[in-house]
């Protein structure tokens, strides 16, 4: 038997969840190499944002000696789709529950 979700816990696990891909995105993102890290670029892949070659390039000539992190501007696409992921999940649930618009949670997403 399937189980059935309260408001409250679908609000709950779905601000989880997207926190949780937020981190990873942050994570990833402080963590990577500009010269086409292979965890960056698979996350970035993910969320289907081009990698940038001239920019990677820029970034790590900033740095030469501990080159790290990816562009600030293929950060702000994923996040962007993130949010935008995010976003449609959330109308299309209170499509099928209009209550969850006034609860405290939904208002915090």
Known sequence: MASVWTLEQWLEGFERNLERHVQQTLQTAHDATPADDPTWSELRNRYR???DPLL??????????????????????VLEVLVAWAQGELVAFARQAPAATSHPIYQRI
């Open 49 to 51: 944002v081009p990698r």
């Open 56 to 77: 990677a390039q820029w970034i790590a000539g900033l740095n030469p000696v501990r080159p790290r992190g990816a562009s600030a501007e293929e950060l702000r696409q």
